[in-house]
């Protein structure tokens, strides 16, 4: 599976917008990126996904970048609730195509 | 149900004895994933279901796991002779199935996770 590297830790204020960078330098023309997120004592949560163009939802918002080998994970707003890891994952081809965590990001939301 | 649900979502087991984690995975979903979560990493795959069939049991890290999902919905990951490093969250997932390029798509619902802890 391709691999995503991603900072290990990053910090943002209450009420500010929060960019969450990811590299996939290796991810192949089928590859669709995938976010997720982990709030403390829960399971993984989807966030958002994307091809080849950015991805608006009422979550977040994701912009790819031209080539494909990097993405950004947008929070337009933080809230404390946002406080989680988060998980830049390439789910390739294939309908039984596993989702392959990393370590991901631990966000912190300042109040 | 609207989500993917777990049970027990805490076990404690002695050394040695069997378990048994179910998984009641979101009406109609095809697919079904079992991962494993070991404290303050992140989750690895165990086993992949379509339907009743055990697709990929790659992940599973020894004989002594197993998986099952008899009628295609409910499925049952049983460790038998449990060991202190099996102690871990153990996360159900499941998601429909698109077929085709568009495959790569598919999203994946989580459960909240068993916790169990091997003493």
């Known amino acids: 599976d391709a691999k995503t590297t991603q900072p290990n830790s990053m910090e943002s204020n209450e009420e500010e917008p929060v960019h969450l960078p990811c590299n996939h330098s290796?991810?192949?023309?089928?590859?669709?990126i995938h976010w997720y997120r982990q709030l403390p004592s829960q399971g993984p949560e989807y966030v958002i996904h994307?091809?080849?163009s950015n991805v608006n939802n009422r979550m977040a918002s994701l912009a790819i970048a031209e080539d494909r080998k990097s993405s950004t994970l947008i929070l337009h707003r933080a809230t404390l609730r946002d406080a989680a890891v988060y998980y830049c994952?390439?789910?390739?081809?294939?309908?039984?195509?596993?989702?392959?965590f990393g370590e991901g990001t631990q966000l912190t939301v300042n109040p | 149900g609207a989500g993917v649900s777990q049970s027990p979502r805490y076990k404690v087991a002695k050394r040695g004895q069997d378990v048994a984690l179910r998984c009641d995975p979101i009406s109609g979903h095809v697919s079904l994933f079992w991962y494993q979560q070991a404290l303050g990493q992140g989750p690895e795959f165990l086993t992949y279901?379509?339907?009743?069939?055990?697709?990929?049991k790659s992940g599973l890290p020894s004989d002594r796991f197993f998986a099952e999902r008899p009628e295609g919905s409910v499925s049952t990951l049983k460790i038998q002779r449990t060991q202190q490093e099996d102690s871990a969250v153990y996360l159900c997932?499941?998601?429909?199935?698109?077929?085709?390029?568009?495959?790569?798509?598919?999203?994946?619902?989580f459960g909240a996770g068993s916790r169990l802890t091997v003493l």
């Open positions: 994952i390439l789910r390739p081809y294939g309908s039984g195509s596993r989702l392959t």
């Open positions: 290796t991810i192949s023309g089928t590859d669709y």
């Open positions: 994307g091809l080849t």
């Open positions: 279901f379509q339907n009743e069939a055990q697709l990929d």
């Open positions: 997932a499941s998601s429909t199935r698109r077929q085709g390029a568009s495959s790569g798509a598919n999203v994946l619902t």
